[in-house]
């Protein structure tokens, strides 16, 4: 079985500052992982995606994640927020050919000036 | 060029009705999936088709049915609608060919599904 921890269901920043959002992930074999991105009344857009191949992985608008198998995590990161990058972002696992993702919760970041 | 397109965006119906939400992808894909997003915005999938084939089918009531008339398509009919219905359900497809970008899940709009 899969499955995928969100740490916060909400988290703020100001404009500038770092983000930090936090995924554990649970699976019995190597898995796939990913950061998706919901904004307002919209479908999910993939931001970046762990394969098994480089642990630190980067994604569109300056994220990034990085993979550590000894801590079970893949926390998305980005250096410096911009307002525009408020929105909910989702976690999501896979195993077994990549037929079926698991999400997480979900962390609804919100961006301060 | 919309790759991964729903109809209706929104659907507001009574308790009781039959209705259809409709998916096509222009990408190619061999697998598509319906998921279901609560109001607390909990996403959890319901079904997955590979080259029309059902492979997922997760606890879904039985009023709810895919229907996958080619690689292309998958649609999903809900019968006898119920209040607990109402959520936003999401189309995706992948590309489970074990390809450079296979795994990645690329999603439609969502149906905004509300039932009164």
Redesign the interface.
């Known amino acids: 079985a899969q499955s995928v921890t969100q740490l916060g269901s909400h988290v703020s920043v100001s404009e500038g500052a770092l983000v930090l959002l936090r995924c554990n992930y649970s699976s019995s074999v190597p898995p796939y992982l990913f950061w998706y991105v919901q904004y307002p009344n919209q479908g999910l857009q993939l931001l970046l995606k762990y394969t098994s191949a480089a642990t630190l992985v980067k994604g569109i608008n300056g994220f990034e994640a990085e993979f550590k198998k000894s801590e079970t995590s893949f926390h998305l990161t980005k250096p410096s927020a911009h307002m525009s990058d408020a929105a909910e972002y989702f976690c999501a696992v896979s195993t077994g050919g990549g037929n079926k993702l698991t999400f997480g919760t979900g962390t609804q970041l919100k961006v301060e000036l | 060029d919309t790759a ?1 397109s729903q109809t209706p965006k929104y659907l507001v119906t009574q308790m009781g009705n039959d209705k259809s939400i409709k998916c096509e992808q222009n990408l190619g894909h061999d ?1 598509m ?1 319906w998921y279901k997003q609560d109001s ?6 319901m079904f ?1 088709y ?1 080259n029309k084939e059902l ?2 089918n997760e606890t879904v009531p039985n009023r709810f049915s895919p229907k996958s008339p080619d690689k292309a398509h998958l649609n999903l009919h809900i019968n006898s609608l119920e209040l607990g219905d109402s959520a936003v359900y ?1 189309c ?1 497809s ?1 590309d ?1 060919r074990g390809l450079a970008n ?9 149906t905004r599904l509300t039932v009164t």
Request: glycine share 8%.
């Open positions: 991964v697998t999936y607390k915005k909990f996403l959890k999938i997955s590979n492979i997922i999401f995706a992948s489970a296979s795994y990645e899940q690329y999603f439609g709009p969502g």
